[in-house]
């Protein structure tokens, strides 16, 4: 079993064979796919968020106490999850659990928060499963993927584009983003061209890129994690798709564009966060000040992702001090109105566990950035 654990400013992530659970006074758990088809999207994600624990912990941390997060590798396999999940909670004891990956992973996880009564801050999916109805121990950060996939048939639409097709992958994820595909359709008053799906555990697109090229569409929503929408979109391109290739914000990371490769470009990916440039929002020139500070490149959008899920998690264990626990810090984020991220506001309340409704679209430019 693999921990990470985030502790002292400065310090890189680091991988250990034993627990500093002892040394802890706050302590966070994270089950997340350090390795496996989301891993480049995950390590940026974490870069992001341990940019608010490092520089809280380098201050004290909160009221006094520093925070730790554990975080297990699941390799994105929901059964590791599970029982990753159960391990933080049962024996580790962590008081909250942040910013795990995957809709599958996320939703088979649910039961165990409740039973123990742990808040969930910041999962890295955008699954309407987790906002309708309100799940009492999820607290999200972004918005929904079905109103990602809405804004980009909107937007297609808007361009004139009408022969748009969907390839998703076979999961509760998958169909999750075609609801909202087929929400936008219809909104638009148009068809859907096709729907394919692939195996999540082994995706082939041997069959699917053909048949994608025999309709010659000219957008294709792909929705699916890493390594498999790269793999898929460089079939359909393999295949002579010209068509224009969307995916969501869970592939908006560095590393997804340097796996495309030649690929990347003009590839459009919704977004769930203002720009990582934009300076008209302070948290991200605070973002980009920390990762400055650190000697970082650039911020992507799944370092803001991170960046901003840490400041709510941080925000409501300052809110559950000067004893957090469990109980007062799912209260403490329950009761948190208005809070101010820093250009954004985001509120929760009882039956309201949304968080930000935030949605935008941007391209990749030939220089391998996003642009909006």
């Not at 201050?59 to 975080?71: A, L």
């Not at 638009?188 to 090229?213: G, H, M, T, W």
């Not at 391109?237 to 564009?257: D, M, P």
């Not at 810090?329 to 309340?349: T, V």
């Amino acid at each position: 079993m693999r921990f990470t654990h985030w502790l002292r400013a400065g310090t890189a992530l680091a991988v250990c064979c034993t627990s500093f659970a002892a040394q802890a006074q706050i302590l966070i758990g994270q089950t997340v796919g350090i390795s496996g088809s989301a891993a480049a999207t995950v390590a940026e994600s974490m870069a992001g968020a341990a940019l608010v624990f490092d520089s809280i912990n380098a201050k004290g941390g909160v009221g006094g106490q520093k925070v730790e997060i554990i975080s297990l590798d699941d390799k994105f396999d929901p059964k590791l999850t599970l029982e990753h999940t159960r391990t933080l909670i049962e024996q580790k004891g962590v008081i909250g659990m942040f910013m795990t990956r995957g809709t599958p992973h996320t939703q088979g996880i649910v039961p165990v928060l409740e039973q123990h009564g742990v808040p969930l801050v910041g999962p890295s999916t955008g699954a309407m499963a987790l906002h309708q109805p309100v799940s009492k121990y999820i607290f999200n950060v972004r918005a929904t993927y079905q109103r990602e996939v809405e804004k980009a048939i909107t937007h297609l639409n808007t361009l004139g584009i009408k022969r748009i097709g969907v390839v998703h992958v076979d999961d509760t994820f998958g169909a999750d983003g075609l609801a909202g595909a087929l929400n936008g359709f219809k909104a638009n008053n148009l068809e859907a061209l096709f729907i394919e799906k692939f195996d999540r555990a082994k995706p082939d697109y041997s069959a699917i890129a053909p048949r994608v090229a025999g309709k010659e569409p000219q957008a294709v929503i792909f929705i699916g994690t890493g390594a498999a929408v790269v793999d898929g979109i460089k079939a359909l391109r393999g295949a002579g798709v010209s068509a224009q290739i969307v995916t969501l914000s869970n592939n908006a990371s560095g590393g997804f564009v340097k796996a495309l490769g030649d690929s990347a470009r003009g590839v459009v990916v919704t977004q769930v966060f203002p720009s990582e440039r934009s300076l008209n929002y302070s948290f991200i020139k605070e973002a980009m000040d920390l990762a400055k500070a650190k000697g970082m490149g650039d911020l992507t959008p799944a370092m803001v992702e991170g960046f901003v899920s840490a400041k709510v998690l941080v925000e409501g264990i300052r809110r559950a001090s000067p004893k957090p626990d469990r109980a007062r810090l799912h209260a403490a984020l329950e009761g948190m109105k208005k809070f101010d991220i820093g250009g954004l506001e985001l509120s929760y309340s009882p039956t309201d566990h949304t968080g930000l409704d935030f949605s935008d679209l941007s391209i990749i430019g030939p220089d391998g950035r996003f642009r909006r």
